[in-house]
């Protein structure tokens, strides 16, 4: 089989990386060309994403590409978080600097929306978890404050669409990243009008949903000559960064979960029609688009952004590092103190630790007095947060769970993915840890019919890597600890 090489851009919400992928034999080979950071800006008192430093980045992935590698890509994608939007005038010109999802503007804000369109039809419409970071609220926000954007808006992209759109000129929105927004209506593939109605904004602003694979275009003529890279199709991939990542489960048969770990912790399984009934809207889950037509019904609940939020404040004298922490913490008392980490004082403190000590003095319990014990409470925590979702997940769905897959960073916290197989009882695979970038490879090649199916997607990845298996220990002293953990969050 001759190599195919393929350009992946993933955009992360910390982390940014631009890879060459090479299939060749079965097998999927990655290369990191450029990684460089990302963050919102704190601007007159508001979260917004710096787009402009985004795609001058993106433009240096792409300088590098045809400066240093001799291979050519045949494709390239982007993939992105979710929810995030911009806004564009008539004449294609963006309007301000997107807001990000942490941004203040939306808290208190969902029973507000409420008031227009109660909670069980909105859950009806969509199928989507509520969290107030969903697109649906921050628009809501928008049109609250009555901001002067909404008068003249055009066209509505989310984050990935819009960095096509710079590459392509071209406005499309693909089916993974639209389930995110809570403006989809899975049973009626289209945007929901009663909620663009319930917000006073004409559904005329979004886009054509297209499916992941999709071929949008060749890279502008403009950029190709600014970058040196020839004008390659440009293809729509799974462009939510958990779409990609889990269409990279390298799994087979359908007894299996999964967690893509990373800032936050996406938690469930792979079905082929969403879920929505009183029960999932109880549990609130949600249901978001997949590849090949599948839905990931899951609950997205905190990741490792509570010891990141750490590290940051005690690495203010002197720096330490997130390997350092968990060798901290392998090595501090067991269970001294239980956190929920999906706690809504953990979203975006201004001190993570002193937020964590004021839940645990809330909660009755000894606050952690040091960084190992802190960072200990805080995987425990998450562990146990993942048992009590795969505890939801069976009363939702019959289908047996024999194994867990952990794709994404937070594969490398070994300590993490040991207490997960601990806490839920059963086994864990770890890996890839490039899941996200991986995936959005693999589409692109499922895209130009290189690959065929979804299937041969994780055949091929589970050929391609080394994976790291965990199975369950000290059970009986984690079900002790989930019996606290659920008299804590009840």
């Known amino acids: 089989m001759q190599p195919h090489h393929f350009l992946a851009f993933d955009i992360g919400a910390s982390s940014c990386r631009t890879l060459l992928g090479t299939l060749q034999d079965e097998k999927i080979t990655t290369q990191e060309l450029h990684r460089f950071p990302n963050g919102v800006v704190d601007l007159l008192g508001s979260l917004r994403w710096n787009i402009l430093d985004l795609y001058e980045n993106i433009k240096q992935g792409m300088k590098i590409c045809a400066s240093e590698v001799t291979t050519r890509p045949e494709s390239m994608a982007v993939d992105t978080w979710g929810v995030d939007y911009a806004l564009f005038a008539s004449d294609g010109n963006l309007l301000g600097l997107p807001y990000g999802y942490r941004d203040h503007r939306t808290d208190g804000i969902m029973e507000e929306f409420f008031k227009l369109v109660p909670r069980d039809r909105v859950y009806e419409l969509t199928g989507i978890q509520f969290m107030q970071l969903n697109t649906l609220f921050q628009l809501f926000a928008m049109a609250r404050a009555k901001s002067p954007l909404l008068q003249v808006v055009s066209d509505l992209l989310f984050t990935p669409d819009m960095i096509s759109f710079f590459l392509t000129g071209i406005k499309k929105t693909e089916f993974t990243i639209a389930t995110t927004s809570q403006l989809y209506n899975p049973r009626k593939k289209d945007w929901e009008e009663e909620l663009f109605q319930a917000l006073g904004i004409s559904k005329d602003i979004m886009q054509e949903i297209i499916p992941p694979g999709t071929l949008l275009g060749n890279l502008l003529e403009s950029l190709s000559q600014e970058t040196g890279l020839k004008p390659i199709p440009v293809i729509a991939t799974a462009s939510h960064d958990t779409g990609s990542a889990v269409a990279a489960v390298p799994a087979e048969g359908s007894d299996w979960a999964y967690i893509s770990s990373g800032t936050w912790s996406l938690v469930g399984i792979e079905i082929p029609e969403p879920i929505i009934n009183r029960q999932s809207l109880a549990f609130n889950f949600t249901n978001e688009g997949g590849v090949g037509g599948t839905f990931r019904f899951l ?60 839940f645990c003095r809330a909660t009755g319990q000894k606050p952690p007095e040091n960084p190992a014990d802190m960072t200990r409470s805080i995987l425990e925590g998450l562990a146990l947060k993942y048992r009590y979702i795969f505890d939801q997940l069976k009363q939702l769905h019959p289908q047996p769970i024999r194994r867990i897959h952990i794709i994404g960073g937070g594969t490398q916290n070994r300590l993490l993915c040991q207490f997960t197989a601990d806490a839920t009882g059963i086994p864990v695979v770890a890996g890839p840890v490039e899941a996200t970038a991986i995936g959005n490879i693999m589409v692109q090649a499922m895209g130009l019919g290189i690959v065929k199916s979804p299937a041969e997607i994780r055949r091929i990845i589970a050929n391609s890597f080394e994976l790291e298996k965990y199975e369950p220990q000290d059970t009986k002293k984690w079900n002790e600890a989930y019996d606290r953990f659920m008299n804590i969050i009840q």
């Open 299 to 358: 609950k997205n609940c905190m990741g490792l952004w509570p010891v990141q939020q750490c590290r940051k404040a005690w690495s203010t004298k002197k720096e330490i590092s997130f390997d350092e922490l968990t060798q901290l913490a392998a090595t501090a008392r067991p269970f001294a103190a239980i956190i929920d980490p999906d706690y809504q004082g953990f979203l975006n403190p201004p001190d993570m630790p002193e937020a964590i000590r004021a």
